[in-house]
């Protein structure tokens, strides 16, 4: 799930993609110019891709704190597995001579 920081970064990708791609797309099908419509499509599309995909240095810090948080806290599935592990009713003693 992406967060309201992610969302700004992609929105601030997008107010610079998608005049790119317009423009493109104006260039290949209005103008006929196939070269210089698909750089701009091009263009638009690879920066909404390293947006999404490429790990920038200041992102770093977030990322570590995010795993360190997983590994502190754990899975609460892995948790509850343990505590509905079913006992075996052979290994209960009883105590024959009837004391």
Do not use: C, H, Q, Y
Request: aromatic letters at 4%; a negative charge.
């Amino acid at each position: 799930m992406a967060g309201i920081i992610d969302t700004i970064k992609l929105a601030g990708v997008l107010i610079l993609a998608l005049p790119a791609a317009l423009a493109g797309l104006e260039f290949v099908f209005i103008r006929g110019d196939a070269g210089t419509g698909g750089i701009l499509i091009g263009l638009a599309v690879g920066l909404v891709v390293v947006e999404r995909w490429l790990t920038m240095p200041s992102d770093v810090p977030g990322l570590v704190a995010k795993r360190a948080a997983g590994t502190v806290i754990g899975d609460p599935e892995s948790e509850s597995a343990d505590d509905d592990t079913p006992t075996d009713s052979t290994s209960v003693t009883t105590n024959e001579e009837g004391d």
